[in-house]
C-alpha cells in the first residue's frame, strides 16, 4: 500500500485507478482553465502568520454550518457523476462524511439516488437542486429530497446553460460509458473500478431515469439536461423555489457582491461563493480573491462559505481566517473516493482535519472558530484592485 500524506497523493492513485474518462471529467475546468488554476494559485499567494510561546494545548475544530454541529466547518459538495469515479460513490462518500462529522451534499446529477442514500445512512445529508424547466418534475424532486429528510437544499445558481469543457468532448463522456475501442482499452487496466461496476445497479443517473417523463433511456439523458436546465431562473423564481422547500437554504454559485446582496435579500441561511471549482465561466476570479467584498457586503447578515480550490487545510483555514464561516470540498473527496473508495474519501477528511488542526496550532489559535485576519499576511490589492 502506498503511504498517503496529503491530497495530492490521493489524486495521482484517482488518476491511476480510474477510467480516463472520468478522471478527466472531475479534472477539469472550462475552455482555459484559468479560473480552475487560479482556484488553488491564489490560495498560495496568502500566506499564513506563525506565532510561537503560546499555549498549543486542548485545540477544536469543531464548529457550525447553518446551525448544524460539525466536527470541522468542511462539507463535501454536491459531485454529478460521482457514482462513476467509484461504483456507489454517493453512498460511499456519505458514509464516510457521516461518520466524520461532516455534511454530505447529494448532487441532483447523481448516480446514486436521494433514497438510495437515504437508505444507506443514517444522519440528514443535504441536497443539491439544479432548477429545471419541467415544473411537475422539480417539485417532485424536491418532494422527494424532503420526504427523505434531507436537512437543506443547496440551490445552483452558476449552471443555467452548461460551460464547456474540452476533454469530456473529446472523451465523449457518459455515464455508463460506451465502450468504444479506446474506453475498452482503457478499462482493461482498471479492473478494480470495473468489477465493483458489474456488482452495483447503480450505473445512470438515479434522480432522473425512471423520474423525469421521456427519460427511461441513459443515452437521452445529456441532450435532456441540455434541454431542461432553467435558463430563465431569477430571483422571483429562487423566492418560489425556497417557499416550495420550506427549510434550511444555501445559494450556491455567488462570485460577485451585488449578488451576494441580493441572495441575502431573498433570504437564505447561507450562501455559498463559488465558480463551480472553475468549470462554468472561465475568466472569472478566484473565489479566496472574491471573498472579501462579498462579506463587506453582506455584512454578517447571512453565513458566508466558500468553494473551489481547496486542496489542504491549509487552504481551509485561509477561508475561515478570510471571514468565511463554513467550506466545501470538491475534487479533494473526489480524489479520496477514485482512490480507495469510503476508505479514501475517510482519508482526504482526515488529511484536511491533521494539517488545519497542526497549521493553526502554529498560527497560535487553539479553536476554529477563532481565527481570524490576524493569522494571515495577504498581499496588497489581493481582493481589492478590479475595476466595474
Ligand atoms: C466533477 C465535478 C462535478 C460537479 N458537479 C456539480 C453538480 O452536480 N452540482 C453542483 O452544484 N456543483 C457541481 N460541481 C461543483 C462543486 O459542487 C464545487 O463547487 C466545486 O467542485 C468546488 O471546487 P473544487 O473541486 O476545487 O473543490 C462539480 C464539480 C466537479 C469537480
Known sequence: MPVITCIDDLKRLHKRRTPKMF?????????????????TSDFEKIRLRQRVAVDMSNRTLASKMIGQDVAMPVALAPVGLTGMQRADGEIKAARAAEAFGVPFTLSTMSICSIEDVAEHTSRPFWFQLYTMKDQDYLRRLIQRAKDAKCSALVITLDLQILGQRHKDLKNGLSAPPKLTPAVMADLATKWTWGLEMLATKRRSFGNIVGHAQGVTDPSSLFSWTAEQFDPQLDWKKIEEIKELWGGKVILKGILDPEDAKMAAKVGCDAILVSNHGG????????????????????????????????????????????????????????????????DGVRSALEIIAKEMDISMALCGKRDINEVDRDCLQIPEGFSGQWQG
Open 279 to 342: 468549470r462554468q465561466l472561465d475568466g472569472a476570479i478566484s473565489t479566496i480573491r472574491a471573498l472579501d467584498p462579498i462579506l463587506q457586503a453582506v455584512g454578517g447578515e447571512v453565513e458566508v462559505h466558500l468553494d473551489s480550490g481547496i486542496r489542504s487545510g491549509q487552504d481551509v483555514l485561509k477561508a475561515l481566517a478570510m471571514g468565511a464561516s463554513g467550506t466545501f470540498i470538491g475534487r479533494s473527496f473526489i480524489y479520496g473516493l477514485g482512490a480507495n473508495g469510503e
Open 23 to 39: 478522471y478527466d471529467y472531475a479534472e477539469s475546468g472550462s475552455w482555459t482553465e484559468q479560473t480552475f488554476r487560479e482556484n
